[in-house]
C-alpha cells in the first residue's frame, strides 16, 4: 500500500466487514473501494458513493454510503481490480486485469461510458492531479506503467519499472509517481511467509514530467 500526504489508508478486512454489512459478498470481490462526491457546479455536491471493484463476476457495485445500500452493478471488463476518480469531472475508471483495459464509468448516470486499451495485465490505477494523466501498472513480470492521456485516452508513454508491479500513488507537490514493486530486477527474493511468492522489495520513483523512472525504495516484504 502506498500514501501520500495525509491520506489515511484504508485497510482492506476493514472494507470487507462493511461491505458484508451492506449484503455485497465479501468473499466474491476484490475489496477496492474508492470514494467519489459528485460535483454539479462549484459548490453543490451529491452524496458520496462507493465503487467495488467485483473481480469474480466482472462487475462493479455502486454503494451509496449515506444509505449503505448498493444503487447499482455494472458489467465491466474482465477481473477488474481497482479504481480511480477523475478530480474535476465526472468519470471513474476501473482497471480490468484479464483483458488489458480500462473501462470508464460516467458517475453523474452511474452509467458504463466506454472502455479503452491499456497495457498487459492492468492492476492498480490512479489520476494526477490535474486530471491530464491515467497511471495504469501493468503487472506482468518485466513490469510497467501505461501513462494515458485523459483527453482520448491514447499512450501517452510506457514506463518500465520493477517486476510484478501492484500499486500505483501519485505526489502533485514533487511531480512524483510511486510503484510498488514484487521483485527488482534481478532481485527475486522468497517471501518468508510464502517462500514461492516474490515480494514487494523496492518502490519505484518515476517523475510524471519526464515520464521515467528516476530510482527506487527498497522496502520490505509483503507491500500491496
Not at 461491505?19 to 467519489?36: N, Q
Not at 455502486?62 to 444509505?67: H, K, M
Not at 494523466?133 to 518500465?160: C, K, M, S, W
Not at 520513483?205 to 507491500?223: R, T
Amino acid at each position: 500500500m502506498v500514501r501520500i500526504g495525509g491520506a489515511t489508508p484504508l485497510r482492506l478486512h476493514a472494507v470487507g466487514r462493511a461491505i458484508a454489512r451492506t449484503g455485497v459478498a465479501a468473499s466474491s470481490i476484490a475489496l477496492i473501494l474508492a470514494l467519489w462526491a459528485s460535483a454539479r457546479g462549484s459548490c453543490a455536491y451529491g452524496a458520496p458513493y462507493a465503487y467495488v471493484a467485483n473481480r469474480g463476476d466482472d462487475t462493479v457495485s455502486i454503494i451509496d454510503t449515506a444509505a449503505d445500500v448498493v444503487v447499482s452493478t455494472l458489467s465491466v471488463g474482465g477481473a477488474p481490480q481497482a479504481v480511480a476518480f477523475h478530480p474535476f469531472r465526472g468519470e471513474a475508471y476501473v482497471s480490468n486485469f484479464s483483458n488489458g483495459t480500462v473501462s470508464i464509468i460516467d458517475t453523474d448516470r452511474g452509467e458504463l461510458r466506454t472502455t479503452v486499451a491499456a497495457g498487459p495485465l492492468p492492476a492498480g490505477i490512479a489520476v494526477s492531479a490535474s486530471g491530464h494523466r491515467l497511471y495504469v501498472v501493468n503487472a506482468q513480470e518485466q513490469g510497467t506503467l501505461t501513462v494515458l492521456d485523459t483527453a482520448d485516452f491514447h499512450t501517452v508513454a510506457t514506463i518500465p519499472v520493477g517486476e510484478h508491479p501492484s500499486s500505483v500513488a501519485v505526489d502533485p507537490q514533487r511531480n512524483r509517481v510511486y510503484v510498488t514493486n514484487r521483485s527488482k530486477p534481478g532481485d527475486r527474493r522468497p517471501c518468508l511467509l510464502h517462500p514461492v511468492v516474490f515480494c514487494d522489495v523496492q518502490v519505484t520513483l518515476i517523475d510524471s514530467d519526464a515520464n521515467e523512472a528516476i530510482g527506487g525504495i527498497a522496502v520490505g516484504d509483503e507491500l500491496g
